[in-house]
């Protein structure tokens, strides 16, 4: 079945490094991706998406693009801050369903 | 624009009684999500309704699990003789019909001991 594998955690930097999240997909067709967020004690927020292959999803200085040839969806910040230290989700919708399919998450922990 | 809000958000219940959550989505949204969120996990679709009707029911939604959505707007999940594993965080997520975006709303934590 679709399924998404992330890579696990925790992730820990230093205020200002560069920030790789991986995640890798199995779906047929065209599905949509995501990245959603979920900082302490809050709901998930989305963060980006990219609906067709070859897509640049982007906000708050977080990227990825929708590699349909290596079906990854890989997330990526040039200078991470303490503010960044969230747990990050990937997922993806089928081209035609309505769930949403969830990786299990990476935690990204920032220092000063 | 209030966002997605559901109540409670935190639920302590003793094994074999019955909860219920409500959710309300964003007011122009007409399609309402329900997913399940256990420790550590990423979340697991249980059901969706668009407006009144609800079109799919995954595997995980057991027959003691039961959702509405009766005008199509705010939506009820109801969990009858509950069990230790149903302790989880129960997330409510909204959209329009034509968008892919699902918005999320804080989540109800139940705590069944």
């Known amino acids: 079945g679709d399924s998404v594998t992330q890579m696990e955690g925790p992730v820990t930097l230093s205020e200002e490094a560069f920030l790789t999240i991986n995640c890798t997909y199995t779906a047929t067709g065209y599905p949509s991706l995501f990245w959603y967020v979920q900082y302490p004690g809050e709901g998930l927020q989305l963060l980006l998406k990219?609906?067709?292959?070859?897509d640049k999803g982007s906000n708050k200085g977080f990227e990825a693009t929708y590699r349909k040839e290596t079906t990854s969806f890989h997330l990526e910040k040039g200078s991470v801050q303490v503010s960044d230290s969230a747990v990050y989700f990937c997922a993806l919708r089928r081209q035609a369903g309505t769930a949403l399919i969830f990786g299990k998450g990476t935690t990204l922990s920032v220092s000063s | 624009d209030t966002g997605v809000s559901q109540n409670p958000r935190h639920k302590i219940t003793k094994r074999g009684q019955n909860v219920t959550f409500r959710c309300d989505p964003i007011?122009?949204?007409?399609?309402l999500y329900w997913y399940r969120q256990t420790l550590g996990q990423g979340p697991e679709f249980l059901t969706y309704?668009?407006?009144?009707?609800?079109?799919?029911k995954s595997r995980l939604l057991s027959d003691r699990f039961s959702a509405e959505r009766p005008k199509g707007s705010f939506s009820t999940l109801e969990i009858q003789r509950t069990e230790q594993g149903d302790s989880a965080m129960y997330l409510c997520a909204s959209s329009l019909r034509t968008s892919v975006e699902q918005y999320f709303g804080p989540g109800t934590r139940l705590t069944v001991t």
């Open positions: 990219a609906t067709k292959a070859d």
């Open positions: 007011s122009e949204h007409n399609r």
């Open positions: 309704f668009q407006n009144e009707a609800q079109l799919e």
